[in-house]
């Protein structure tokens, strides 16, 4: 069925490391969006990205969208421990009417201080 | 302004038990919606509602029931239990076309079915 995967599964990481977790999908969305939950708490949404080749940035969060918009990433510069959580990306394949939204299954990113 | 929020917290369930969740959300959202998560797997979508009264099938519908009878409630409910069923479970809404409004989560409900 229509998948979006991601990885990497888990990383750990130096404070003060870069981090990066990839998102890809079988066929072409509509559109993607990103969201971290903290370890015990829910999903919060960070960002949407619409265009092909679209890149947001968010203080030390960096957001592109792929030009084929089959693919996205996550690159976080300079992590800290308050980046610690589960990043999920979650992309729209189909129609409005008759579409669905899809979340990867998550990157789970753990800060050594 | 409480969002979305979730009840119970956390269930217990032995097998062949039914059990409604409730989520409600005071934001006047069109859409809501029910996923579980389990470990590895990231979210998958139960079931969905577009509106007061209308409800569609996700990814994984089989051994779930919901129900949008008000608009700020959407209720999931498990018949008979089982096993498979142990996850959270996370209820979400938007404003309107979730292809491209950002979804709110709620605090989660804690299954477990022995």
């Known amino acids: 069925g229509q998948q979006v995967m991601q990885i990497p599964q888990y990383q750990h990481v130096q404070e003060g490391e870069d981090f990066t977790t990839y998102c890809n999908s079988s066929?072409?969305?509509?559109?993607i969006q990103w969201y971290k939950q903290r370890p015990g708490g829910h999903p919060v949404f960070l960002i949407q990205?619409?265009?092909?080749?679209e890149v947001k940035k968010q203080k030390r969060l960096t957001f592109q969208f792929g030009e084929a918009k089959k693919n996205s990433s996550l690159h976080i510069t300079a992590t800290q421990t308050t980046d610690v959580g589960t990043y999920f990306c979650?992309?729209?394949?189909?129609?409005?009417?008759?579409?669905?939204?899809?979340f990867g299954q998550g990157t789970t990113l753990q800060v050594k201080p | 302004n409480a969002g979305v929020t979730q009840t119970p917290k956390f269930r217990v369930l032995k097998t062949g038990q039914s059990m409604t969740l409730l989520c409600a959300q005071d934001m006047n959202h069109e859409y809501m919606y029910w996923y579980r998560q389990d470990p590895g797997m990231g979210l998958r979508l139960i079931h969905y509602?577009?509106?007061?009264?209308?409800?569609a099938k996700g990814e994984v519908p089989d051994g779930y029931n919901v129900s949008r009878l008000k608009k700020q409630n959407f209720l999931l409910g498990l018949e008979s239990a089982a096993p498979s069923q142990t996850s959270v479970y996370f209820c979400?809404?938007?404003?309107?076309?979730?292809?491209?409004?950002?979804?709110?989560f709620g605090p989660g409900t804690r299954l477990t079915v022995l």
């Open positions: 990205l619409v265009k092909s080749g």
């Open positions: 979650a992309g729209f394949m189909g129609s409005s009417n008759t579409g669905k939204l899809i």
């Open positions: 979400a809404s938007s404003y309107s076309r979730w292809d491209y409004n950002e979804q709110f």
């Open positions: 509602s577009v509106g007061e009264g209308t409800t």
């Open positions: 066929t072409t969305l509509s559109n």
